[in-house]
């Protein structure tokens, strides 16, 4: 679980980060949450985007995209990013990154780039 830990410390480090959860898209459970608070509840918002990740696999099997994957998912609000990382390597199958990044201090492409790296180094 260390590992888990270190990654998330990782994510927070990233220029306006609010809060970050490594997420099980099969369950909808959290297996780490970093940050958050009253405003934003990374519990519900780990469950809340698991349905987000399963609805764009859906859309992309009825669209028969089967040689694309998902890399990331951005969703932009007036004050916030939330961009979700989905993990690739063979470990991190069926999980997620999401983080919540406050959008006058973060740097998008920055961020999405370091999420790609912390994926690289993380293994469960």
Do not use: C, P, W
Not at 30 to 57: E, F, H, P, Q, W
Not at 87 to 112: E, H, I, P, Q
């Amino acid at each position: 679980m260390g590992n888990i830990d270190i990654a998330l410390k990782e994510v927070m480090t990233i220029d306006g980060a609010l809060g970050v959860a490594l997420v099980d898209f099969n369950s909808g459970l959290a297996l780490g949450v970093l940050g958050g608070g009253k405003d934003l509840d990374l519990t519900a918002a780990a469950a809340g985007n698991t349905d987000v990740v399963r609805a764009k696999m859906r859309t992309m099997e009825i669209l028969n995209l089967h040689n694309e994957s998902i890399e990331d998912v951005l969703i932009s609000l007036t004050g916030q990013y939330h961009l979700i990382r989905l993990l690739t390597s063979r470990n991190g199958s069926g999980l997620f990154l999401y983080v919540a990044l406050d959008r006058k201090r973060a740097n998008l492409a920055m961020a999405r780039r370091q999420l790609q790296q912390v994926e690289r180094n993380l293994d469960v």
